[in-house]
Each structure stands twice: as C-alpha cells, then as structure tokens.
C-alpha cells in the first residue's frame, strides 16, 4: 500500500522499505506533533517555524507559562497549519502530578480538529525530566 510520508522516527518496513504514513490523520498527527516539538531557528530557511514546547519546561510553572505556551500553539498552527483547528489546551499542573518528586515534569494535551478531514484528535505530549 502506498504511504504519504516517511514515518517519524524512521523506520524501516519489509514492504515499503521504510515506514510510512498510510493515512491523511496520520500525516495531520505528525506534522502538527512536529510543530509543536520543532525549536524555533530548527528549521533550515524558516527560523520561525515551532513551537519549542521542550524550552517551557524549565520556565516557572503558572499562568504567564500557561498563557505564552497556549499562545505559541495557537500562533504557529494558524501560520503553518491552516487546516487545523485548537479546540482545547490544557497544561498539566506538575504540583498535583502522581510523577511529582522535585523533578520537571511539562504535561499538554491539546485536543485538535482537522478540517478538510471533519475529524476530531487528540496529541498527548510529557516530558519528565
């Protein structure tokens, strides 16, 4: 069966060589996932292309962060990712976190929908440092 895009990571696939992305939610999934997680100045010829969710993580937990990282999401998915819509985003609170043991732990969910697909989804990110 054909595939859209290489799967990340890669992979590699007894039958197409390497793995790929075999449906359009997918392919959704994957570039909005990598938008989230890319740095800014990653990106050759595009250095504002990003979110740098990972750079959050060893900001002050509380509002300000939450605002600035809700914002960042919903700037760079507008620009970049027309066809997705934000629906929710919500920033785990790392003090009431099972996880929590003096570590830095940064918790998103962000619920999407992806318009050309009529479909609703959902990208779970942690990061526990």
């Given amino acids: 069966m054909p595939g859209y895009s290489p799967l990340l990571p890669l992979q590699t696939d007894p039958d197409d060589g ?3 992305t075999k449906t359009y939610q997918e392919v959704a999934r994957q570039n909005f996932k990598m938008l989230v997680l890319t740095i800014p100045g990653e ?3 595009d250095p504002d292309f990003g979110v740098g969710i990972k750079k959050f993580l060893f900001e002050n937990a509380g509002i300000e962060l939450n605002s600035s990282l809700i914002t960042r999401v919903r700037e760079q998915t507008k620009k970049y990712l027309p066809y997705i819509e934000i629906i929710n985003i ?3 609170d790392p003090e009431r976190s099972p996880l929590n043991t003096d570590r830095n732990i940064l918790s998103v969910k962000i619920n999407y929908f992806v318009k050309p697909l009529d479909l ?5 990110l942690l990061f526990d440092f």
């Avoid at 609703?120 to 779970?124: G, H, P």
């Fill in 18 to 20: 390497i793995a790929l």
């Fill in 43 to 45: 990106k050759v010829m």
């Fill in 90 to 92: 919500d920033i785990g």
């Fill in 120 to 124: 609703q989804d959902v990208l779970e």
